[in-house]
């Protein structure tokens, strides 16, 4: 083991590098406003949640009050404008952190986001709507930090981590996959991925490489080859249309999989990133095979080796994106259409669906177990260990 190896290890383990989630109790300090200054079409279905959320029948718990909170601050006041409280003002600063988080979300999103929250806690309601609501229908259990909800015959996967840009952690790996192997076995139609707060997600979670187990980094590396593999391989196998609805901007392990993904509709404020060189690693997801395929071998090596942020016009251009919507009406146009295409009869969509991949199938497997040997030896890599450190002890970012 090197001597930078070494040091990595040592800092890994120093507390003051792993910060916390925090636990946070329940105050009326916390309760959300009820009162909203007057907006366009959402303004009904917003005050009829605000008025959900105080006859909730069960605590939500501070997470998803925090959440709530956020969205509310957000939907109606905009980005957070206040100064940041001291570390030991512990509510105020978790409802600061949960109102920062969402960044620049724009209004009408934190509106629409706020209604689906309250309605996913609330089950179906008898009011009648004017806007098209998913996930409104069944709130599956047992997942920490992703929302599942089933309505229209579409399943909603949400990436539900907002404060970290929704950072997938090494429980949020297998959380997907068990996700993904109910919906493959419900009687929904479509499958959606998507992100909740500002970011679709900023990728692999950094903070997971400081959990080393007891047979050190090799050991470390190896359990992430497996469990990336056994991702990966989720999607590949997929038996369902699988569609990415990209809110937000797209990091690394979130981009590289959108080539196995059947549509993505992307946000204008959507960005898609693959830092893999910045960050000492290599390309994932099957990215190595697909995105050359789709865009051709340059505007891939582009991304893959350079590091080129594409924008959301960009990505569709080159044919990693199917359509772009404005932020604006994004979730409106994306829910109505995927609402319409959930009409259509399921066993000829799967069949179509088998028929376009199945030629393709045995490659995928060969390339993600490639791409997985590789990322085995690049995450003991000294190029990849600084690249965390640096990221962890706050001295980099994207
Ligand atoms: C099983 C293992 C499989 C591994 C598969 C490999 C995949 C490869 C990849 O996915 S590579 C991509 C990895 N991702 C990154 O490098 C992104 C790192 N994050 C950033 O650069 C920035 O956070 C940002 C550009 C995404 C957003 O910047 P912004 O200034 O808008 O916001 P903050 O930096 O303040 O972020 C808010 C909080 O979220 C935390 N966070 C964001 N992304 C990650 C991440 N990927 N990992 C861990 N934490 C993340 C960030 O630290 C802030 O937390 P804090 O509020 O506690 O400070």
């Avoid at 071998?297 to 959301?312: Q, Y």
């Amino acid at each position: 083991m090197s001597e930078i190896v070494r040091r990595i290890v040592r800092r890994w383990y120093h507390p003051s590098l792993l910060r916390s989630s925090g636990q946070y109790t329940w105050s009326p300090a916390l309760q959300l406003h009820t009162s909203g200054t007057a907006m366009s079409v959402t303004q009904k279905d917003f005050e009829n949640a605000m008025n959900q959320v105080k006859l909730l029948k069960k605590d939500p718990g501070n997470e998803v009050k925090l959440k709530l909170y956020a969205l509310y601050k957000q939907a109606t006041e905009g980005p957070c404008n206040i100064p940041k409280p001291g570390a030991f003002d512990f509510v105020n600063k978790a409802k600061w952190d949960a109102w920062n988080g969402l960044g620049s979300l724009p209004k009408e999103t934190a509106r629409q986001n706020y209604v689906d929250l309250v309605s996913s806690l609330s089950g179906p309601s008898s009011e009648s709507s004017s806007q098209v609501k998913p996930g409104a229908d069944s709130k599956q259990e047992g997942y920490e930090n992703l929302l599942v909800t089933s309505e229209d015959r579409i399943t909603k996967i949400l990436l539900n981590r907002p404060t970290k840009k929704n950072a997938i952690t090494t429980q949020m790996y297998h959380e997907i996959m068990l996700a993904l192997k109910a919906a493959s076995q419900d009687d929904s139609v479509l499958t959606v991925l998507t992100g909740s707060g500002d970011y679709y997600c900023s990728g692999n979670d950094l903070t997971n490489f400081t959990d080393i187990p007891p047979g050190g980094v090799e050991e470390k590396a190896k359990n992430s080859s497996f469990l990336l593999r056994d991702f990966v391989n989720c999607f590949i196998d997929f038996p369902k249309p699988l569609v990415a609805v990209v809110n937000g901007p797209a990091v690394g392990i979130s981009v590289t999989i959108l080539g196995l993904f059947d549509i993505v509709y992307a946000s204008d404020r959507a960005t898609f990133h693959t830092p893999f060189s910045h960050l000492g690693q290599s390309p994932e997801g099957c990215s190595s095979y697909t995105f050359p395929k789709i865009m051709g071998s340059s505007k891939a090596a582009e991304m893959l080796i350079f590091g080129k942020k594409l924008t959301a016009g960009e990505a569709c251009a080159q044919g990693l994106v199917t359509q772009v919507f404005p932020d604006s009406t994004f979730q409106k146009e994306v829910w109505t259409r995927l609402k319409a295409y959930s009409k259509l009869p399921p066993n000829a969509m799967r069949i179509s669906k088998e028929i376009i991949r199945k030629n393709e199938k045995e490659k995928l497997h060969a390339v993600n177990a490639e791409e997985c040997n590789v990322l085995l030896s690049r995450w003991q890599s000294d190029e990849c260990m600084n690249a965390v450190v640096n990221f962890l002890s706050r001295k980099a970012k994207l």
